[in-house]
């Protein structure tokens, strides 16, 4: 059982893309993938969520439209495309596993296993 690890942060200028990816722990459970967010001074956000089998998306309001979330099962990979990037999008961003038994995909309260984060800055 592998850790999730994130990477492909960075420093980008506001209209940019940047895709971020996140190495699943490969546990023996269909469980949901959610990217949360965190910037200083601010509680941690939801940012979107897929469903194991990947037919269902989640996204937040904020991000709706620019964001696109995927995932490769056999791969152990989940990746968030962030397209037309915003200051207000930089932040300290986490992938995350849902706990078997989670109800909502929108509650960081219903995952269990965290990253260790990437950080995305975004310049005016």
């Known amino acids: 059982q592998a850790p999730l690890v994130e990477s492909g942060g960075g420093l980008v200028q506001a209209g940019d893309s940047l895709r971020l990816s996140c190495t699943t722990s490969?546990?023996?459970?269909?469980?949901?993938v959610g990217w949360f967010r965190q910037a200083p001074g601010k509680s941690r956000e939801f940012v979107s969520a897929i469903t194991w089998s990947g037919r269902h998306t989640y996204y937040s309001d904020s991000v709706k439209g620019r964001f696109t979330i995927s995932r490769d099962n056999a791969k152990r990979m989940v990746w968030l495309q962030m397209n037309s990037l915003k200051p207000e999008d930089t932040a300290f961003y986490y992938c995350?596993?849902?706990?078997?038994?989670?109800?909502?995909?929108?509650?960081?309260?219903?995952?269990?296993?965290w990253g260790q984060g990437t950080q995305v800055t975004v310049s005016s």
């Open positions: 490969g546990r023996a459970f269909n469980l949901a």
């Open positions: 995350a596993e849902q706990n078997p038994s989670g109800e909502s995909v929108y509650l960081s309260e219903e995952y269990d296993t």
